[in-house]
């Protein structure tokens, strides 16, 4: 047999209300009885009694209003989420009116947890419904030559090679595709270990400048580095090194004509500062806000001739966003494009120590 809580409640508060009405009384009566007439404590008693059942009657209307007031706030957040159960990607929320109280400060946080889940939730149907769409051009692709070579092709040595190497480069497509959907996962969960790692900047910057210049002997690639020795950021070394991967093979693929690329690296007392300028094709306004949205590229049949999927910039900006930092970017049609990564650096102990000691050496000279 169920029991209404708001039953349980009355009943509990309003017993302790009288328990401890009796319990006064009973003092009260000790008291009465060493100082007051027969027909005194008799008076005494009724009007006792009389007053326990008032006080009584009183504690159980009082109990159940306070413990409705309450309930209906329960009822509220168990509306919500049987609304939520229903119709999941519902956006009903909790409506409470603000107060200072715990139940007010619970409804906060459920609100806030449902937040995150239907954005989690959106996440991964966007992301369900990008896949489907990008995987949707290779496999048509394969499909139509493979019939074609069933149907007749494969008598043609010109068309069988033909259709071979078109279904090769599909391919590689798919598994590049397929590639960056895995970084974009992993970066999503990265393990929180790596968010304690720290990376000394220099080094690093160096050995990607020496990698470029090798791959890229044909174009000139200004590196201007004014890294103060020693600097570091709070962030897993393959994570920044993947960041500038991005950033760079962007710059060279979306170069035109002039095959140039500026490269700049800087510390201050806070930030570590970097920029990557190409002088090639540029993007226009309207791209500009949604170039970091997974799969958005700005010419579709353009990138997908340069090999790209439209992941690496949403793969970049949120490592740096995970790391604290930001990524921005400017650009102009025709002129190029700069983007500008800024990354908080570790602050030194050593350092704060060492001005310590050469203050107290000045004050004692």
Do not use: C
């Not at 919500?80 to 603000?98: A, C, F, G, Q, V």
């Not at 954005?119 to 489907?132: I, R």
């Not at 895995?182 to 999503?188: A, P």
């Not at 490592?319 to 002129?335: C, D, R, W």
């Amino acid at each position: 047999m169920r029991i209404s809580i708001r039953f349980k409640w009355t009943a509990l508060i309003s017993i302790v209300i009288l328990l401890a009405y009796i319990f006064v009384g009973i003092l009260a009566m000790r008291t009465v009885q060493h100082v007051a007439s027969v027909n005194e404590i008799h008076s005494f008693t009724t009007k006792l009694i009389a007053g326990g059942v008032v006080v009584f009657i009183i504690g159980v209307v009082l109990s159940y209003f306070a413990v409705t007031l309450v309930l209906n706030d329960l009822k509220k957040i168990n509306k919500t989420i049987d609304d939520l159960n229903k119709k999941p990607d519902s956006d009903s929320r909790i409506k409470l009116r603000k107060r200072n109280d715990e139940i007010y400060d619970m409804t906060v946080n459920i609100n806030k947890t449902l937040d995150r889940m239907q954005a989690y939730t959106n996440q991964q149907k966007e992301f369900v419904e990008d896949v489907s769409h990008e995987l949707r051009t290779p496999v048509a692709v394969l499909e139509g030559h493979l019939s074609m070579l069933q149907r007749w092709g494969k008598d043609d040595p010109q068309v069988l090679n033909d259709s071979i190497n078109s279904s090769l480069q599909e391919l590689k497509r798919m598994q590049s595709l397929i590639q960056e959907m895995l970084d974009l996962t992993r970066v999503e969960q990265i393990d929180s270990a790596y968010l304690e790692q720290t990376t000394e900047v220099k080094p690093l910057f160096i050995q990607v400048y020496n990698d470029f210049k090798m791959l890229h002997s044909d174009f000139v690639i200004n590196f201007d580095d004014d890294i103060r020795e020693g600097s570091k950021v709070k962030i897993y070394r393959n994570h920044l090194e993947q960041v500038l991967v991005i950033l760079l093979d962007n710059a060279f693929k979306y170069s035109a004509d002039r095959k140039e690329i500026n490269f700049a690296a800087s510390t201050n007392s806070a930030l570590l500062e970097v920029v990557v300028q190409d002088y090639g094709l540029g993007i226009a306004k309207n791209d500009l806000k949604r170039i970091f949205n997974r799969f958005y590229r700005v010419d579709k049949a353009r990138s997908r001739k340069r090999g790209g999927n439209g992941l690496g910039l949403s793969i970049a900006k949120r490592l740096i966003e995970i790391y604290h930092g930001s990524l921005e970017v400017e650009s102009v049609v025709g002129s190029g494009t700069v983007f500008k990564i800024e990354l908080p650096l570790v602050q030194e102990k050593t350092d704060e120590n060492d001005d310590e000691k050469e203050a107290s050496k000045k004050s004692e000279i």
